[in-house]
Structure formats: structure tokens, C-alpha cells
């Protein structure tokens, strides 16, 4: 049933993807959103998957791809690891990824701590724009796009339609007012994405969580990210200036 509504969805609202060429000169970043343990991990937590995901496990597979050749360039890399403190709750989710545990940590691609180009940033909350505000009224990710001189920003993580959504639909808003300068373009990658899966039938028994059927919400997450004005990649290439 779900698999036809998907379908059904696909047809009413499609998604038309790109492809996205990155120039050795084009000024890109990378920004990683909450790849960590607590959200990607086989029974890592309580948001965590509860059995082998092939949506995430593609995420992963790509971001680190990503991850791999941006460092390897010396390219900007900023990883948002989702990190609450006890007894802060985040509603309607439950205690989930708490500072200090292995639930904020990333998965796999803990390596990129150690590169000299890659920024981390714990967030407590959806959103890592508003999560990069610091206690003087800076903001660390727009400090980041400046002193880099970023101009295309591509993005990878999770959930699709929950913090890699909220984060790029502030940064869009950022941009279009003028505070991102010199970024030119926001590139969600679709294949770098991933969200969860949660049934109906769980959700029945849950008093706050709403059902979240994982393709369903993937895809609206990605059609309401191209909505505000990002480019969605189902592929991304390199490409140097002068090369054929």
C-alpha cells in the first residue's frame, strides 16, 4: 500500500533531478548532517534503525565517498553531529543521541575528525543553521561559508525531510537575504540522503510519533528542499577547469 501511494505521489508531485558538475575552482563545500551512530546505526539508540536499511546504508556509502575526495582536495567540510544534553528533550522524539554517548558519534567516517579541512559542529537541535548561533549572536556554519569563500554548497545526511530539510531551507532563507555571500547555489544530493522508517502500524502505538513511511517522506523531503530553491543531484561530478 505504501509502494502505491509512493507512486501515485511521485506522479501527482514529480521530482525532476540533475545532474551537478563541480569544477575545481567552483569554491564548494561540503556540509555531513547528524551522520552519526544514534540515527544510522543497527540498534544504536532509540531513533536509531532497527534492522539493515538500504536507504541509509546507501547514504552513508556516498557521503563517505564524498567525504573521501573532498578532504583529499583540501576542500571545506562541516559535519553537524546531532548532540542533546540530559533531560533536554527534543518533542515529540525521545531521549535520543545524548551528549557524550556513542549516539552522537558518527559512524564510519569518524576519521574525518583528524583532517585539517573538516569543521565539526554539535547541534541540539533540528536545524544546524540555528544550531551554529552562538552565545554572542555569531553564527558558526555563515562564519564557515565566508572564511571559505564558499560558493556552491552541497549537502548529505540525515533525516532528508527533518534536518537536512529545516538546515537547508534556513540556509536558502540566509542566502536570498544576502548574509551567505558569495554562495551561489545549495546541492542536495539525493542519493546522499536518507530519512527513517517508521509504520503506521508502530506509530499506532505510539503516543506522540506520527507514522513515517521512509520512500514517502524521502521524497517530499527532497521535493520541498527543490521547492525553496535547491538543486537535487542524483548525480555529482568533478570536474577540473580545461579538462575534456
Not at 105 to 130: Q, S
Not at 178 to 192: A, C, I, K, M, Q
Not at 215 to 235: F, N, P, Q, V, W
Request: proline share 6%; charged share 25%.
Amino acid at each position: 500500500m505504501v509502494l502505491q501511494t509512493v507512486d501515485v505521489l511521485k506522479n501527482e508531485i514529480p521530482l525532476e533531478e540533475e545532474t551537478v558538475t563541480i569544477f575545481d575552482d567552483s569554491r564548494a563545500g561540503l556540509v555531513l548532517v547528524d551522520i552519526i551512530n544514534g540515527f544510522c546505526t543497527v540498534g544504536a539508540g532509540s531513533l536509531a534503525p532497527r534492522e539493515p536499511n538500504r536507504q541509509i546504508a546507501q547514504m552513508i556509502e556516498e557521503s563517505a565517498k564524498l567525504a573521501e575526495l573532498f578532504c583529499d582536495n583540501k576542500w571545506p567540510v562541516l559535519a553537524f553531529l546531532d548532540s542533546h544534553h540530559p533531560g533536554k528533550l527534543e518533542h515529540p522524539y525521545p531521549p535520543h543521541c545524548i551528549t557524550g554517548t556513542d549516539e552522537s558519534n558518527l559512524v564510519p567516517l569518524g576519521w574525518i575528525e583528524e583532517e585539517p579541512n573538516v569543521t565539526i559542529r554539535r547541534k541540539d537541535c533540528y536545524d544546524g543553521f540555528i544550531g551554529s548561533i552562538q552565545e554572542d549572536g555569531s553564527n558558526a556554519f555563515v562564519d564557515w561559508v565566508k572564511n571559505n569563500k564558499i560558493r556552491v554548497l552541497l549537502v548529505v545526511g540525515i533525516c532528508t525531510d527533518i534536518c537536512v530539510l529545516d538546515f537547508v531551507c534556513s540556509t536558502l532563507s540566509a542566502k536570498n537575504r544576502g548574509f551567505l555571500n558569495p554562495l551561489e547555489d545549495v546541492v542536495v544530493y539525493s542519493r546522499g540522503c536518507a530519512t527513517f522508517d517508521f509504520p503506521v502500524s508502530m506509530a499506532r502505538n505510539s503516543k506522540d510519533l506520527l507514522a513515517h513511511p521512509q520512500e514517502l517522506m524521502h521524497h517530499m523531503g527532497l521535493y520541498m528542499a527543490k521547492g525553496r530553491g535547491a538543486k537535487i543531484a542524483r548525480e555529482i561530478m568533478f570536474h577540473a577547469p580545461g579538462k575534456a
